[in-house]
Every structure is written in C-alpha cells, then in structure tokens.
C-alpha cells in the first residue's frame, strides 16, 4: 500500500512477523544469490580459470573499498527510520554521505589497484566499481527503508526482479559468447537498473530523498565506527583472494572464489533472519542486558543446530561442484570443506557482534575487526606462498573463531561492567562506544 508514511517508532517484531518477514527476506535473497551464483558458474564457465580470477579480484576489490567508505549507511538507516526520523530524510542523509565518499573510494581502488591488482584491466575494475557505487549503493539505501517498516516483501519483489534481470544478462552474455570486458559491462548494467527501481519506488512511498546538514552530523560518530568495523569485517572476506591474486595468480582465485559462493549460499536461510531481527536486537538493547541476553542465547542456539547442519551438507556434496562448472575448477570440492565449519562461525558472530551494536558498543566492535583484520591479512601472507589457495582458507576459518571468542567475551563484559541497564521512557540509547 503506497502513500506517505508516518514517523512514528515501528513496533517491535513479535514471533510470527520475525518468521514472516523472514520468509520474505529469504525468498528475496535465495533469488538474487541463486541467480548470482548461477551467474558466477556461467561465468566461469564462459571465461575460465584467468580470465574469471581476474574478475572476481577485481570485484572483490572494489566490494572492500565500497565497504570501508559506506559509513555504516544500510544499518544506521534502519536505525533511524525505527527511532522516528522521516524516511526522505534518513534515505537522503545516507544517499548524501555515499556521494560524499564516492571520491576517496575511487582514489582508494585505483591505488591498490596499481599495487595488487596490476594485471587487472581498468575497463574490468570500471564496471565492477559502477555496480557496487552506483547500483548496489542505491538498492542498500531503498532496501534498508522497507525493512525499517517491516516492508519485507518489497525487499523480496526487488530481489526477484534482480535475479530475473541477471539470468536475461546472464543468458545474453552465453549466447553471444562474451568476453570480459562485455561480461564487466553487463554485470554493471543489471547493477544500476535494479538499484534505480528500488530508490525510484521509495521515492514514490516515501516522497523524494532530501539530505539536511544536521542529520548527516548526528550520524558521524556512529558512522566512522560502524564504516571502520564493516570495511575491516569486509576486508576479512575480500582481502584473501586479493593477496591470493598477488602471490598465487588468478585461476586460484577463480578456483577458491566458486567455492566461497556456494558457502554464502548455504547461509543465506539464517542470514535472513539475522537481517529481520536486526531491529528486534535494537529494541532490546534499549530495554537492558536481560532480554538481550535471552534474545542473543535463543538465536544462538539456531545458529549452532543450521550451522552444523550446512556444514554437513557441504562436506559430502562438494564433490558436486566441478562437474557443474568444469574440470578445471576439482580444487573448489577441497575448497568447500575447508571451508565447511564458516556458517557455524558466521551465525554466532552475527549473534554477538549485533548485540553489541544493540548496547551502543559500536567502538568496541570496530576496533575488534579491524584486529581480525590484521590476524587475516598476516596469515594469508604468511600461508598462501606455501600453501596456495588452502592457506586462505585456513586464514579464513581461523580468523572466524577468533572473531566469535572476541566479540563474545567483549559482550559479556560489556553486560557485566558496562552499564548497559534498562532506560527510562523516552530516552535513547547513545549510538556510541
């Protein structure tokens, strides 16, 4: 139902809308990552081991740098908007800081392109960096109002509506048999058309984005914080295949990319609902520690039994992979079982690090990412020279239990000596560490 929609607080999500808006947001996100893993079988496929590598390095530099300038946009919009602030007003102050950090971005891609990515073209980078700062950014922003009212089924009409742009992209480059620089430019072009749909029907609910200079400083502190914490938390994930670029070549990245994929989509049912109950775990810090507490327990526990579960699974059937995407690509099934234990991993970091965030702790959170980001990038160096593709991996899960010891231990600190009570009615939480 469109029209202008009120200020007011949403409510908090009961049970039965924290499932239903999670079917939503899983049914949105099985789309788009199914079409996107689709699309990166194809496209492996279509250019091979080099040619792919190159690109997913490409991609995965400009997803870092996008990371470590997005000033935590998506979540303290979703934060806003449930604390009261009009809709145009939130979209437009994060679509404001975005252009704002457009130029640092670029000046960061294009310097470590010419460190680590020196064999990559700038046509490829060009076309990865127009999807993820023009696209991407406008979809995060439209995305982030609809749940911010419990909008999820917007959510999912766009994620279906991006999936069956990319299959149509997909399905042309295979047919006309393109090459990478055609291949860079139509993953842009989907990129751009599904993000302006999106701005274009908040826009239409919502009124038109409008930025004001006191909403964009209200937001600095929290904003540095939570864009540091998120670019090092990307960088946790992206910065591998960089380094493994660097000392190991592109067909290992294109070999240890596939099997990252098929993980992310072994997670995406418990990401959903982390996504959905991001708001709840907001609400519940502002109550105090003790509903916190049980709300973080109760999710851990589904966060134990679905990550034991995808991990199983993807252990005996990752011998399946390369007959989907060819000879080539035998080490992704090695791949995926080093990598087996990371949606376990994954969804109890979720549980602590949003408490965390929930508690105003957005400091204290930044900085532990920016140390796991370190661990990373000190054990891909030191591994991959010896062991390839293998050594980012057991980066990679070493680093993720160490994230989940960390932020867990500074959440039960933070309750028992910070201070982290009930507060009275009418007062908000300070959104800082």
């Known amino acids: 139902m469109l029209g202008r929609a009120s200020p007011t607080r949403p409510r908090s999500l009961g049970a039965g809308r924290v499932a239903s808006s999670s079917f939503y947001v899983l049914l949105g996100s099985a789309s788009r990552i199914g079409a996107q893993t689709i699309a990166f079988l194809v496209g492996a496929r279509l250019l091979g081991p080099e040619a792919f590598g190159e690109f997913a390095a490409a991609l995965a530099l400009v997803t870092l740098a996008s990371t470590l300038t ?13 604390a009261g602030e009009r809709v145009r007003e939130a979209a437009g102050n994060t679509l404001g800081i975005y252009a704002v950090l457009t130029l640092p971005a670029a000046c960061i891609v294009i310097g470590a392109k010419l460190v680590l990515l020196p064999a990559v073209e700038w046509s490829v980078l060009l076309g990865a960096f127009v999807a993820v700062f023009v696209g991407a950014r406008l979809y995060l922003a439209s995305a982030g109002c609809n749940l911010a009212h419990d909008f999820a089924w917007r959510n999912a009409v766009l994620d279906g509506a991006a999936a069956a742009v990319l299959l149509l992209t997909v399905s042309l480059a295979w047919l006309v048999g393109a090459d990478l ?22 826009a239409l609910t919502w009124g038109l984005p409008r930025v004001t200079a006191a909403g964009v400083r209200r937001r600095l502190g929290s904003a540095v914080h939570i864009g540091v914490g998120s670019a090092a938390q990307a960088g946790v994930t992206d910065l591998d295949k960089l380094i493994l670029s660097r000392l190991d070549g592109s067909a290992a990245v294109g070999i240890y990319s596939v099997a990252c994929r098929v993980v992310a989509v072994s997670s995406l049912p418990v990401g959903s609902a982390y996504t959905v109950l991001l708001r709840t775990f907001f609400y519940a810090g502002v109550v105090g ?8 327990g109760r999710t851990a526990v589904g966060a134990v039994l679905y990550g034991g579960l995808a991990g199983a699974v993807l252990w005996f059937l990752s011998g399946v992979l390369p007959g989907v995407v060819g000879p080539r690509y035998d080490g992704s099934a090695l791949a995926i079982r080093y990598l087996a234990l990371v949606p376990l991993l994954q969804g109890l970091y979720a549980v602590s690090a949003n408490s965390l965030l929930s508690l105003g702790a957005e400091a204290a959170w930044a900085r532990l990412q920016v140390a796991a980001l370190v661990v990373n990038a000190v054990l891909n160096v030191w591994l991959v020279p010896y062991a390839g593709w293998t050594g980012s991996a057991t980066a990679s899960v070493v680093t993720q239990v160490l994230q989940v010891l960390c932020t867990g231990s500074a959440l039960l600190w933070r309750v028992r000596w910070g201070g982290s009570g009930p507060m009275k009615s009418g007062e908000r939480r300070p959104w800082s560490g």
């Open 181 to 202: 620089h055609a291949w860079s430019a139509l993953y842009a072009l989907q990129y751009v058309l599904v993000g302006t749909a999106g701005m274009g029907w908040s």
């Open 289 to 296: 520690s003790r509903p916190l507490l049980t709300l973080a």
């Open 70 to 82: 997005e000033a935590g946009g998506y979540v303290l919009l979703i934060r806003d908007v449930s």
